[in-house]
């Protein structure tokens, strides 16, 4: 036998599945959040680092901290290496990856890198899409993308980085496979 403090327990554990599946509620707690949804783009492209070496014309990155320890440990650059569709450095630049780079090893070369891809030419102009990770001793390997701008807001993924073998000693290229989620920006219009 159903005692009353029974029938009313059962009545409050009961009472928000009914209020739902009636939508009482929908007009009282309606969600505020407008929701985008999110977008998935791949792009391929290449990295063209002209490394700061004696004899290497154009170079774009400099060493701003020197280091006497093994294998470099501390040494800092700074970047501005170029972003291109094909393996050549002339060939139809879309942007750059400015940033920095770290020797963080201290028992193997380490360097970890912190930069902004910014696209400079056709649909992604304007936008950036922020990068970190290692790069070390392997030909190949893969970066964080932590965030971006324009298009590529609220942006998270991976680029897989691989050496090309169409690297020479004067531009070290890297082979990019950029997997980036982001969510448009909202237009937000004003009444007049």
Known sequence: MATPSHS??????????VLVKANILGDI????????QE?????????????????VPNRNEYGVINS?????????????????????????????????????????????MAHTMVFSDGSFA???????????????????????????ASAHGTIKFTNSQSSTATDDIRELDIHVFHTPEAVVSTPH
């Not at 009313?8 to 599945?17: R, T, V």
């Not at 977008?39 to 004899?55: D, K, R, V, W």
């Not at 190949?140 to 590529?152: D, K, M, R």
């Open 29 to 36: 707690y309606p969600c505020p959040c407008k929701c985008s």
């Open 126 to 152: 304007g936008s950036t899409i922020e990068v970190s990770g290692l790069l070390g001793v392997k030909p190949n390997g893969q970066w964080s993308i932590t965030g971006g701008t324009g298009i590529f």
């Open 68 to 112: 006497t320890e093994p294998i470099g440990f501390g040494q800092m650059y700074v970047h501005d290496w170029l972003l291109t569709t094909g393996t050549s450095a002339n060939e139809n630049v879309v942007g750059r990856l400015q940033g920095f780079h770290l020797q963080a090893g201290q028992t193997t070369t380490s360097w970890y």
């Open 39 to 55: 977008n998935e783009t791949s792009l391929h492209m290449y990295l063209h680092q002209f490394p700061a070496l004696p004899g």
């Open 8 to 17: 009313l327990i059962f009545l409050f554990l009961c009472l928000p599945a």
